[in-house]
């Protein structure tokens, strides 16, 4: 299984769109209707979908998988009691599935038979998407519901965050201890740790600095710099996160703790943790969706 893209309302989509793609780094993918769909340098059709709408929230968060692992899916989806719906994506690159709700809202989308498409060229391109993290009033919650339910697995635990994988990466998702549901922010996977540096150059041209980063995280220990979007959300240049095994043992928060005045393994970083946590609470999750059983496609589906 494997993260592709994170599908989101807003007003300004046109202008979030050209941020993304003049200053940010992204390529255009498409525009159907009312919405933009933004690409990176790999294979897969959009990385991000920005939907016209008067109001923000994440629409979904969408993950691929094989055929056999959505059969798995139903049925744990189903025993865990999650309210769920089969769906058939009307997105670029096509595809059918489901669509789950958690506990706290998150709306995740998983697909079979969703086309690729050929890379392209482009070296501050982000090629894909590396994790999409989520504020949660239970965390810990969350991460026993996502392993039971969805067969995830929870490879650390710090004091602000439960980091969760869904292959090999160490994390395709986590959820943070915030007190609330709603989007924490969307990291994208650059070419090498030059691409990072190049974006926050190419951003500090547009008058934009890092509201985190540049830094190395420790779970993970990927490189991220992160910085509040003008449309909104916190988004982050990210690269070389970990590669963990099966037998990998999740780490406590007493294992992932740093020297007094540092917050990140290099320790050269300042945080705005207000700006950061006001972005992080302005991408609720809505569902405008029934359940349905989900061996059933429907035309209200489609």
Same mark, same amino acid.
């Given at each position: /299984?494997?993260?592709?893209?994170?599908?989101?309302?807003?007003?300004?989509?046109?202008?979030?769109?050209?941020?993304?793609?003049?200053?940010?780094?992204?390529?255009?993918?498409?525009?159907?209707?009312?919405?933009?769909?933004?690409? +990176?340098?790999?294979?897969? @059709?959009?990385?991000?979908?920005?939907?016209?709408?008067?109001?923000?929230?994440?629409?979904?968060?969408?993950?691929?998988?094989? +055929?056999?692992?959505?059969?798995?899916? %139903?049925?744990?989806?189903?025993?865990?009691?999650?309210?769920?719906?089969?769906?058939?994506?009307?997105?670029? +690159?096509?595809? !059918?599935?489901?669509?789950?709700?958690?506990?706290?809202?998150?709306?995740?989308? $998983?697909?079979? &038979?969703?086309?690729?498409?050929?890379?392209?060229?482009?070296?501050?391109?982000?090629? %894909?998407?590396?994790?999409?993290?989520?504020?949660?009033? &239970?965390?810990?919650?969350?991460?026993?519901?996502?392993?039971?339910?969805?067969?995830?697995?929870?490879?650390?635990?710090? %004091?602000? /965050?439960? $980091?969760?994988?869904?292959?090999? =990466? !160490?994390?395709?998702?986590?959820?943070?201890?915030?007190?609330?549901?709603?989007?924490?922010?969307?990291? $994208?996977? /650059?070419?090498?740790?030059?691409?990072?540096?190049? *974006?926050?150059?190419?951003?500090?041209? =547009?008058?934009?600095? @890092?509201?985190?980063?540049?830094?190395?995280?420790? @779970? *993970?220990?990927?490189?991220?710099?992160?910085?509040?979007?003008?449309?909104?959300?916190?988004?982050?240049?990210?690269?070389?996160?970990?590669?963990?095994?099966?037998?990998?043992? #999740? +780490?406590?928060? &007493?294992?992932?703790?740093?020297?007094?005045?540092?917050?990140?393994?290099?320790?050269?970083?300042? %945080?705005?943790? &207000?700006?950061?946590? #006001?972005?992080?609470?302005? $991408?609720? !999750?809505?569902?405008?969706?029934?359940?349905?059983?989900?061996?059933?496609?429907?035309?209200?589906?489609?």
């Amino acid at each position: /299984m494997k993260l592709r893209s994170i599908e989101l309302s807003l007003p300004g989509a046109a202008e979030a769109a050209a941020f993304l793609t003049d200053i940010w780094g992204m390529a255009p993918a498409a525009v159907e209707g009312a919405t933009h769909y933004l690409r +990176g340098s790999g294979s897969y @059709p959009y990385l991000v979908a920005l939907e016209e709408s008067a109001d923000c929230y994440v629409r979904s968060t969408t993950f691929v998988c094989t +055929g056999n692992r959505l059969e798995q899916l %139903k049925a744990s989806v189903s025993a865990a009691g999650l309210v769920a719906a089969p769906v058939v994506s009307e997105d670029p +690159g096509g595809g !059918h599935g489901i669509i789950v709700e958690l506990a706290e809202g998150e709306l995740l989308r $998983f697909l079979v &038979d969703a086309d690729e498409v050929a890379p392209i060229e482009g070296h501050d391109l982000p090629v %894909k998407l590396t994790h999409v993290v989520f504020n949660s009033a &239970d965390a810990e919650m969350t991460g026993h519901l996502v392993e039971d339910a969805l067969g995830f697995r929870v490879s650390d635990r710090t %004091k602000g /965050m439960v $980091f969760v994988r869904c292959n090999d =990466s !160490h994390h395709s998702t986590a959820f943070a201890r915030a007190g609330i549901s709603s989007l924490n922010h969307i990291a $994208f996977e /650059m070419e090498d740790l030059d691409a990072v540096m190049r *974006g926050i150059g190419r951003l500090r041209d =547009s008058d934009l600095v @890092p509201a985190w980063g540049p830094g190395r995280h420790g @779970p *993970g220990a990927n490189v991220f710099a992160y910085f509040i979007a003008p449309f909104g959300p916190v988004i982050e240049f990210s690269t070389a996160v970990n590669k963990v095994s099966d037998d990998y043992q #999740a +780490g406590e928060p &007493d294992d992932w703790t740093w020297p007094a005045g540092r917050i990140d393994q290099w320790g050269i970083s300042t %945080k705005d943790f &207000d700006g950061l946590r #006001a972005a992080e609470e302005k $991408f609720r !999750h809505r569902r405008d969706w029934e359940a349905q059983p989900l061996d059933v496609l429907t035309e209200g589906n489609i």
